[in-house]
Structures are given as structure tokens and as C-alpha cells.
């Protein structure tokens, strides 16, 4: 297993501004991933972060909008530029620690106004 | 397009067995089957993983047919505490970097447990 810390748990921002979210692992881990969540909807996958390569983005998503870093094996970041309303969900990072199982942070929800 | 098909919602009584079934017709051979668990303000947590036939760990069991195409979340007796939202997950394997892994989410079941 993995625990994973997300930051911040929350925030509300102004349309326009870019928010950074942290994502920590209590391990070394190759895959991490950033998805999107809608309140009461599934997950969407907004990139795949490996440690050593660029973030692969899955379509409608992209890297301008959704800078990614993995600086190490415990860390990644995402970011929300340039934000809008449609912004506003909650995103949440997680670990593949096996094949095709894998451990989730707590979330960020993030309301754009 | 492949995707993952389940009920949106379903009732059940404490110390019942509950199955959610998910449909995923278009399962590639190379692909899992993972089911979620996810109750509000928290990340889905992992429940049970299978590719084939039966598994069973200490909180559920996993009902896959030969054909791959459907798959049966069984949770044994549930209480009051297993409600939540359950998401069934068909995904392929790593194939290395630069290459877009294959996620399919279903919506989610919302399993709702009265006492």
C-alpha cells in the first residue's frame, strides 16, 4: 500500500490565477496519476507522471493548461492555469504501487470564482 | 469505445449480500478488472482486482465469467458503513513511458445500506 498526502485539501481562487496542487507518497513509486472528479461523478484521467519522462495527457487535456512536474519518485505536482469556473471540481493524484491497483490521495476541491 | 456500464444505484438491508455487476463487452485481453470503493470527501480505495474466475480477499469476492465481459462485486453481510459509492475499473498494462494507459471508469454505484 501507499499513503499519499494532497495539498491544499481546498482552495477557492480568482478566475484567471493558476493553483499548484502537491502530491506526496510515503514510498517510491514509477506511476502517479492526476485525475478530475466532478461532485457526484466518476473520475476522469487528466494525465499519466512518470518519474524521468514528460506526463502523458489524455485528450482534452493539455500541457499548457495542466503543467505537470515529477522532480522524484514521492512527488508530483499539477497545475491549474489560467483558471476559470469550469475549473471548479475536485482533483485528486494517485499511485500504482501493483500492476493496475491503485492508492488515491484525500483530494483538492477547488472552487473557481 | 470501450467502456464500463454499471447500475447507478442500488438498496440493500444490513447483514445482506449485495452484487454489483458491471459490464465492460469490449474488455481487451491484456486487461484487469478492479473495483473501487469511495465514500465522500475521501479517494477511492482499492477493493479487490481480478483478471479471471474467482477471487476472493478478506472484504469481497470477485465473480468474472469465461467470456471477461461482466463482472459480479459481491460484498458479503454489509453494514451500515459499507455505503458508498462503488466504481468498477477495467484498465490495461503498463507499456512504458509516453504511452496512454487505459483507464475505463465506469459512473459509479451508489450503494445505499438501511438498517
Known amino acids: 500500500s501507499a499513503v499519499i498526502s494532497q495539498k491544499p485539501s481546498r482552495d477557492i481562487c480568482q478566475r484567471g490565477t493558476s493553483l499548484t496542487i502537491q502530491c506526496q507518497v510515503d514510498?517510491?513509486?514509477?506511476?502517479m496519476f492526476w485525475y478530475r472528479q466532478q461532485p457526484g461523478q466518476s473520475l476522469t484521467l487528466i494525465a499519466t507522471?512518470?518519474?524521468?519522462?514528460?506526463?502523458?495527457?489524455e485528450s482534452g487535456f493539455v500541457i499548457d493548461k495542466f503543467p505537470i512536474s515529477r522532480p522524484n519518485l514521492t512527488f508530483s505536482t499539477l497545475t491549474v492555469s489560467n483558471m476559470s469556473p469550469e475549473d471548479s471540481s475536485i482533483y485528486l493524484c494517485?499511485?500504482?504501487?501493483?500492476?493496475?491497483?491503485?492508492?488515491f490521495g484525500a483530494g483538492t476541491r477547488l472552487s473557481v470564482l | 469505445l470501450a467502456k464500463t456500464t454499471q447500475p447507478i444505484s442500488m438498496d440493500s438491508y444490513e447483514g445482506q449480500e449485495v452484487n454489483i455487476t458491471c459490464s465492460h463487452n469490449?474488455?481487451?485481453?491484456?486487461?484487469?478488472i478492479t473495483w473501487y470503493q469511495q465514500f465522500p470527501s475521501q479517494g477511492p480505495r482499492f477493493i479487490i482486482q481480478?483478471?479471471?474466475?474467482?477471487v476472493t480477499n478478506e472484504v469481497a469476492s470477485l465473480f468474472i465469467p469465461a467470456d471477461r465481459k461482466s463482472s459480479t462485486l459481491s460484498l458479503p453481510r454489509v453494514s451500515l458503513s459499507d455505503t458508498a459509492v462503488y466504481y468498477c475499473?477495467?484498465?490495461?498494462?503498463?507499456?512504458?513511458?509516453?504511452?496512454?494507459?487505459?483507464?475505463?471508469w465506469g459512473l459509479g454505484t451508489s450503494l445505499a445500506v438501511n438498517p
Open positions: 475499473l477495467v484498465g490495461d498494462r503498463f507499456l512504458g513511458a509516453g504511452n496512454n494507459r487505459k483507464l475505463i
Open positions: 469490449n474488455i481487451a485481453t491484456n486487461d484487469y
Open positions: 481480478g483478471y479471471k474466475t474467482k
Open positions: 514510498s517510491q513509486v514509477t506511476m
Open positions: 507522471a512518470n518519474q524521468g519522462s514528460e506526463a502523458t495527457y
Open positions: 494517485s499511485v500504482e504501487v501493483q500492476e493496475n491497483i491503485q492508492y
